[in-house]
């Protein structure tokens, strides 16, 4: 019988240990025995967590200031408890979430040459579970959305934007190990106590497929990771033999694993680590001193074994880099930070492909995930899947965007007469052939950034523009005025996810017009805020006779750096003020909980009276059923 031998690209990858110099020395890393990563890394910073004495504290460095870490350097320490995760937003470098023991999630601003104190001020603060949080991811492909998994058996879907949580998910029955993201953000799997893989749907709450109690599992931490678009998830495990074993499962087909495969009786947790791009897993066990890594294959037996990186020291946790920072030119298609158990070091580990030349390989190096977001946080909430926007490894151009029209048109009664917000003879030629761009890319918002254009029909009544129904306008009698709304400004609550405007009746949505310059700007001046005055521009709009049609453009600016809200008529100042601001907040939180749980209440009422009226009409004539409203 002849033997073929499988032809693979990715057959002779091998790793690489860098220079003492380009190592992180003098890190105290935690000794913590949760079993998550301790380390994140993207292309401007490293973070890792440290060991405290009291609280919890986490470091981060910029990425090039590599050597002896001076013991003083500033960290970031806010959290009451022991930080226990960590997650650079996959769209913004300067952003970094961390969950502890003190059961809370908060969002963290890094400036962008580094810290230069101890940063204790988070712009944002998630309350939501009631014991520690061990696991949070963000989102894949929508901005500003995180999932956390706590020990209270709870995984919470958080729209950081606004601070509050878009659903709870309380369909596990013990402690979940792991989650992990398809790669459209549409499903997330879990790994659980109970022996069970779920795959959840995060906008239903709602478990859309689960396996049966694997009794083959032992009784350690286990793990699952989604394996990109492919429907189907990777499991790492122990048996209850105590041997290590790896699985493969589809998403449809949840009775049974597709592929199974022993590794070895270590008594190590094995961490998976996924390459959507190179279909590869890497297995990195907690404690020991190697990687394995597989090749992923459409195709039974769809794992191949082919190699292992042996190193001297064991591991105590791996980082991972982006795809978008690694090297090449030297071939490199992944890079991992290795912080080791036995030493206050952290060490870089290259895996390349041998290749003879340093040009650019595009078969090795296909378009991998970009820094813009296919979706906002209000378009994903109200249903809307997209896939990643996708990037060069070359030259960083985009490569593979979305053309899926992104805005939902808001349909208003429009009395008659009332005006239209076509362009007029004004405008340039960039605005009005704006169609021309891909709606996907039309939309897409900076974390800093959400803008609209409201049309307002009004006219002047002793310098006040007042609400008219009807009336002729004129086109070349139109204004545009910039309007800059803040976090802490008051609003009207609104079902599109952006701030009510003052007046609302005679109002007709259009979705933000970005000009095609807009995307290099997005890229090289993404941390830049504009700043806008309220008011007239001019006096022609003061001093304007007549009916007018003025364009208001809202802008939603996030603080560059933390700032604590104005809860009062200004900044609080010391402690005192603040305190005062906090139990401000938590008296409107228990009135707003107090109101939702009396609206909960009549709908439950109306529900009531809706189905006694649905009874047949012999109960109506003897008098039951009937509504009293």
């Known amino acids: 019988m002849a033997f073929k031998i499988r032809s693979s690209k990715f057959r002779h990858i091998y790793g690489t240990i860098p220079k003492k110099d380009l190592c992180y020395e003098n890190i105290r890393i935690t000794r913590n025995t949760h079993d998550s990563n301790f380390c994140a890394v993207n292309p401007k910073f490293l973070a890792v967590v440290t060991e405290t004495g009291g609280g919890g504290s986490f470091l981060c460095i910029p990425l090039k200031q590599s050597g002896r870490v001076d013991p003083k350097t500033p960290h970031i320490c806010g959290h009451a408890g022991v930080v226990l995760d ?21 969002v963290w601003s890094i400036p962008e040459d580094g810290l230069k104190s101890n940063l204790s001020e988070w712009i944002v603060d998630l309350h939501g579970h009631k014991r520690r949080v061990g696991y949070i991811e963000w989102h894949p492909t929508a901005e500003n959305i995180l999932l956390s998994a706590g020990f209270d058996y709870k995984c919470v879907l958080w729209n950081v934007e606004q601070a509050e949580p878009v659903n709870v998910i309380s369909c596990h029955d013990n402690t979940v190990f792991s989650m992990s993201w398809s790669q459209d953000g549409s499903l997330f799997s879990t790994s659980c106590k109970d022996k069970k893989l779920r795959i959840i749907d995060p906008r239903m709450a709602r478990v859309a497929a689960e396996s049966p109690v694997q009794d083959n599992l032992g009784s350690r931490s286990w793990k699952s990771v989604f394996l990109g678009d492919t429907g189907r998830v990777f499991t790492s495990y122990h048996s209850r033999f105590c041997d290590r074993e790896i699985a493969v499962w589809d998403i449809k087909n949840m009775s049974a694993p597709m592929r199974t495969e022993g590794i070895d009786n270590a008594s190590s947790i094995l961490l998976p680590y996924y390459d959507q791009d190179t279909k590869i897993m890497y297995l990195a066990g907690k404690g020991d001193s190697n990687i394995r890594y597989f090749e992923i294959d459409d195709e039974s037996p769809y794992t191949h074994y082919l190699n292992s990186f042996i190193t001297s020291d064991p591991q105590r946790g791996l980082g991972v880099m982006p795809k978008r920072g690694c090297n090449t030119d030297r071939c490199e298609v992944m890079r991992f930070y290795k912080l080791h158990a036995s030493k206050n070091l952290i060490e870089p580990l290259s895996m390349i492909v041998p290749r003879k030349s340093s040009v650019f390989h595009d078969d090795i190096y296909p378009p991998t995930a970009s820094l813009i977001p296919s979706l906002s946080a209000d378009e994903w909430i109200s249903g809307q899947t997209r896939g990643q926007i996708l990037m060069s490894m070359l030259d960083s151009t985009l490569s593979q965007a979305p053309t899926i029209t992104t805005y939902k048109a808001v349909n208003r009664p429009r009395p008659e007469g009332s005006v239209s917000t076509q362009p007029y003879a004004g405008e340039t030629t960039a605005t009005t052939n704006h169609r021309s761009i891909p709606a996907s890319l039309r939309n897409i918002k900076q974390l800093s950034t959400n803008e609209e254009f409201v049309s307002i029909k009004n006219e002047k009544s002793n310098g006040v523009p007042v609400d008219t129904p009807d009336g002729p306008m004129s086109p070349s009698g139109s204004n545009t005025v910039k309007k800059v709304w803040s976090p ?19 109002c007709r949505l259009q979705s933000d017009r970005f000009s095609p310059e807009f995307f290099q700007a997005y890229l090289i001046n993404r ?45 609080p100042t010391n402690e005192a003020e603040l305190r005062k601001a906090y139990f401000k907040q938590l008296e409107e939180i228990g009135s707003l909980k107090e109101q939702i749980s009396l609206k909960d209440k009549r709908i439950r009422q109306l529900e009531e009276e809706i189905s006694m009226l649905k009874l047949p009409v012999a109960g109506a004539e003897s008098g039951e059923g009937q509504s009293e409203c």
Not at 91 to 99: G, K, M, P, Y
């Open 86 to 106: 960590i997650k650079f937003n996959p769209f913004n470098d300067n952003i970094i979430a961390s969950s502890s023991e003190d059961c809370t999630v908060k």
């Open 488 to 506: 802490t400004s008051p609003s009207k609550a609104t079902t599109n996810g952006f701030p009510g405007g003052d007046n609302e009746n005679h």
């Open 527 to 571: 941390d830049r805020t504009s700043t806008t005055s309220v008011g007239c521009q001019g006096t022609d709009l003061c001093n304007q006779k007549g009916h007018s049609v003025t364009h208001v453009k809202k802008v939603w600016s996030s603080p560059q750096s933390p700032a604590i809200p104005r809860w009062f008529g200004e900044t």
